[in-house]
């Protein structure tokens, strides 16, 4: 059995107040192990993002638990939460939140030189990260120089070049073409099978996510289903089962994607 | 909701954008209104009468320098709104988006306008009305005034020029508004957020090879102005000058490239925490505010040079108007047989007024002494330099007695001269150095079969008649014998005459001067400067003294003041609006585990870097600059210019400090750094 990067333990988080209670998460537990490429999906306001967010240490949750590589986040504050966050987590956004006054060798360097990293080793793991997402050529330009796609995989750089426990993708292909699309989930796969990166992505975009090896459904706020992958069929058999899922999560035809 | 209530919504909410514009205004409301109120001042009032005419000049020159300062502040005040405007593009999208005309878009803006304009309007008079007061006491502290009839000033005059300015400045900011909305497309105003950031740095090549240009170029000005001064041609020191600011602007241009490029070579300094962020930001913000950087680098030169000059000055006047400078209560200059034989036939009886005189004959000798004939070999040199003078013009000569005589009575020390001997008087340096020269040269004067040698080998820094600025004529010092030998080489010039009133009260000693003057002929109404009949009283230059060093001391303060302001003001602007389209940044740099304290410290070091760019070149220019001033001051004798560089690097700092520390906590605040 391999190792629990990440468990979530009867995660709650409620909004408002007392008597006009909101659910956003309502009991919902699952882990993920190491090396796995876990999807979330769900529709608009099924509590996907928030679950994302209290992972990510960008909220807290109500009641319950997340662990990382079996230490409780919600405990950490301060020093010692930014600390998690550069050393244990990596983050891939929609918008790519690259910075936009660096170039993409500036901005994945800048992950390793946060964690105090010697400058020359800095050099061999942006090189060697860059070689693997096929960004090299790009590494001297400026975000607003690149296409979507490029941009993201050099966010996908960024998030991983520092080795981090959990990587965590949000929506990452929201904002990009389907060619785009399909070559970033292609390096998100080999990032997973050739590093061992162990990917958590959330995304509401059956066709991304059919690239994932496990997907777990949430609606209004609670686990509804889970589907795995079987390695011995093709993809397209996953994506289809992922559509039929979401047709049935959705109940009603306006949300069928 | 109307506009008016939705405009002051507005405001509330950006407080943060509003911080900066809003401490401009008020400061240059009430500088505005302190300087146009100087004239009803309690100081202003105790300075004598007779220093009226100095108070008018002020008051004149102010107003002058006022339209010039209403003009700057004006730019300014348009300057800064645009920024503001800019900054809510999407919000005015919105209310487009809802429906909402651009003439109502337009009201609330000029609602919002006119609200910041009268607040800003109404604090800053009343901050200038309580710091005129604070203002005067200053001034009297500075040159020792009576404070005894202060009381608290309001004037109207100043309320009615200040209201009447600001006014003028909103309505043009009005316009200004109005034609910028009426200038919008909705889908700029709701994509302006989303324009992505293309600071394109310079080629590094170029920029190095223009900084190193320019820097090379500064280099050789400043040392040839600061060191060589004095040999430079008019044609060279306009080359120098003019060659210094494009120089500058080419240093600023460069700057961003150049100080990416070094930094960049140190690898292991710029991938050390986020350094390669900082570089980044810093080189960025300079990259896109090259011009106004090199501007504002100027006119921070121009205000620290004006005010350490200026305050030197005043230390000088100040020295000059003290006892070393008034050793008698009168001298006097008069062409004719004797200034005592008029004040007798006009019924002024000198034995009334003074305690102590002397009246002594000054003479004069055409064919050997004049103020050609001085310079000796170095005339040619004098004459490049002062174009108007008249190289024939006698020189006054007085016998060595005589001299003495007047030395006891200054209580200066008594001079000896060997008989072939002569001794030139003169405080007023600009001719002085050449004589000096021609003294040490050992020129020599003959006088009938009598050649006579320098007895100094420079000028006796002393004068005869008083003088607020050492700008006193020429005396050569003969021994007696000489002058009595040669009876035919000299001719009766004028009587010099100097004494102690008998009184030692204030106002009765003004009345002792006037009745000396009228008792000369002069008319005291109208007194016009004639080189025969000149009276020069203690009080005449302690009160020209005060008056000339008020003025210096006020305009410079005026302009100085309203300098910094504008160029701390820009910078600030600048620097706000940075930080409101690098908020995004700095949130990424807090998901990539970039400590709050780090963040924090980015965002100092590159504001403080930001204000410390300019400020340092242009202090580097000062002190080279003020190298050459001191020469040029020196010529009438100034020597220390320390104090009015320590005043005006205090000032510079409060005004400067206050905007950065103002800038800071509003950047931390905008970019969620708390």
């Known amino acids: 059995m391999s190792k629990k990067i990440l468990e979530v333990i009867n995660a709650e988080k409620y909004y408002g107040e007392k008597g006009n209670v909101t659910k956003a998460l309502d009991d919902i537990s699952f882990s993920v192990n190491e090396g796995e490429f876990l999807g979330i999906m769900g529709a608009s306001g099924s509590g996907k993002t928030t679950l994302l967010n209290c992972i990510s240490t960008i909220d807290k949750l109500s009641a319950g638990k997340v662990l990382i590589n079996g230490e409780n986040i919600n405990g950490l504050k301060g020093g010692k939460l930014d600390a998690f966050r550069r050393d244990e987590l990596g983050f891939i956004f929609q918008d790519f939140n690259l910075l936009d006054n660096m170039t993409a060798y500036e901005n994945i360097a800048l992950a390793l030189s946060i964690q105090k990293v010697n400058h020359k080793e800095i050099e061999e793991r942006v090189e060697k990260i860059a070689k693997t997402l096929e960004i090299t050529e790009v590494l001297e330009k400026f975000p607003y120089q690149m296409s979507g796609g490029q941009k993201q995989r050099v966010a996908a750089a960024r998030a991983v070049v520092t080795n981090p426990g959990l990587v965590l993708a949000d929506e990452p292909t929201g904002a990009l073409d389907s060619k785009s699309s399909k070559a970033l989930m292609e390096s998100l796969v080999k990032l997973n099978s050739e590093l061992n990166s162990t990917i958590l992505m959330v995304t509401h975009d059956a066709f991304s996510a059919s690239y994932a090896s496990r997907i777990i459904f949430i609606k209004d706020g609670k686990l509804f289903t889970e589907l795995n992958k079987d390695p011995e069929k093709p993809r397209k058999a996953f994506f289809e089962k992922i559509v039929e899922t979401s047709a049935v999560l959705g109940g009603d035809a306006n949300e069928l994607i | ?674």
């Open chain 2, 1 to 674: 909701m109307n506009s008016f209530k939705i405009a002051l919504k507005n405001i509330k909410k950006s407080r943060k954008d509003y911080s900066v514009y809003f401490l401009t205004l008020i400061l240059g409301v009430a500088i505005f209104y302190m300087f146009n109120s100087l004239d009803g001042q309690g100081a202003m009032n105790s300075i004598s009468r007779s220093t009226n005419s100095a108070i008018q000049a002020l008051v004149s020159i102010i107003e002058a320098v006022s339209v010039i300062v209403a003009v700057i502040l004006g730019l300014l005040i348009v300057y800064a709104n645009n920024f503001l405007i800019k900054r809510r593009k999407k919000e005015f999208g919105l209310y487009m988006l809802l429906g909402m005309g651009k003439r109502k878009v337009s009201k609330i803006l000029v609602a919002e306008t006119g609200m910041v304009g009268l607040m800003s309007l109404v604090v800053g008079i009343g901050l200038g009305i309580f710091g005129s007061q604070f203002f005067s006491i200053i001034v009297a502290k500075m040159f020792d005034l009576d404070l005894s009839d202060y009381r608290f000033v309001f004037s109207h005059t100043a309320l009615i020029k200040t209201v009447i300015n600001y006014v003028v400045i909103f309505a043009a900011v009005l316009v200004f508004n109005t034609i910028t909305v009426s200038k919008y497309k909705l889908l700029d105003l709701l994509n302006a957020e989303k324009r992505q950031e293309k600071n394109l740095l310079r080629n590094s090549t170029v920029s190095v090879i223009v900084f190193v240009a320019a820097v090379a170029f500064l280099t050789y000005a400043n040392i040839r102005v600061c060191f060589f001064g004095e040999d430079l041609t008019r044609n060279a020191m306009f080359t120098c000058i003019i060659g210094g600011m494009v120089s500058i602007f080419a240093l600023f241009w460069s700057a961003s490239g150049f100080i990416f490029d070094v930094l960049r070579r140190f690898k292991g300094f710029y991938s050390k925490n986020i350094n390669s962020f900082i570089t980044r930001q810093f080189v960025g913000n300079v990259n896109s505010s090259s011009v106004s950087m090199a501007l504002i680098c100027l006119m921070l030169f121009a205000s620290l040079v004006i005010f350490s000059s200026g305050f030197s000055l005043r230390s000088f006047i100040n020295a000059k108007i003290g006892n070393g400078g008034t050793p008698v209560d009168v001298t006097l200059r008069y062409e004719g047989d004797s200034a005592v034989g008029v004040l007798n036939d006009n019924g002024v009886d000198p034995y009334d007024i003074f305690d102590e005189y002397v009246e002594l004959p000054l003479i004069k000798c055409p064919a050997s002494i004049t103020l050609g004939s001085l310079l000796g070999d170095y005339l040619a040199e004098g004459k490049e330099n002062f174009i108007m003078a008249d190289w024939d013009y006698p020189q006054s000569v007085m016998s060595l007695s005589n001299y003495n005589e007047i030395q006891r009575l200054f209580g200066r020390k008594e001079v000896k001269l060997e008989e072939n001997e002569y001794l030139v008087i003169c405080d007023f340096q600009m001719y002085a150095q050449y004589a000096d020269k021609a003294l040490k040269a050992g020129t020599t004067v003959t006088i009938g079969d009598t050649t006579l040698y320098p007895a100094k080998d420079k000028c006796s820094d002393e004068f005869l008649l008083m003088s607020g600025l050492g700008a006193n004529g020429t005396y050569v010092i003969l021994p007696d014998s000489v002058i009595e030998n040669n009876p035919d080489c000299f001719e009766d010039f004028a009587t010099f005459m100097a004494g102690n009133y008998v009184t030692k009260d204030k106002e009765e000693s003004y009345a002792y001067d006037d009745a000396l003057k009228i008792g000369l002929g002069i008319d005291i109404e109208n007194e016009e400067a004639s080189l025969d009949k000149m009276v020069i009283t203690k009080n005449d230059v302690r009160d020209s003294g005060i008056g000339n060093t008020v003025l210096v001391v006020f305009i410079v303060l005026y302009i100085g003041t309203i300098f910094v302001i504008s160029s701390a003001a820009i910078i600030a602007l600048k620097i706000l609006s940075d930080s409101i389209d690098s908020t995004g940044k700095f949130k990424i740099l807090g998901r990539m585990g970039v400590t709050d304290k780090m963040r924090k410290n980015a965002l100092f070091t590159q504001i403080l870097l930001n204000f410390a760019l300019p400020f340092v070149v242009a202090f580097i220019e000062t002190v080279f600059g003020l190298g050459f001033v001191r020469d040029m001051l020196k010529a009438f004798g100034f020597i220390n210019m320390g104090s009015g560089i320590t005043f005006a690097l205090v000032v510079m700092v409060i005004i400067y400090g206050g905007y950065f520390v103002t800038t800071y906590i509003n950047s931390k605040r905008i970019v969620d750094l708390r």
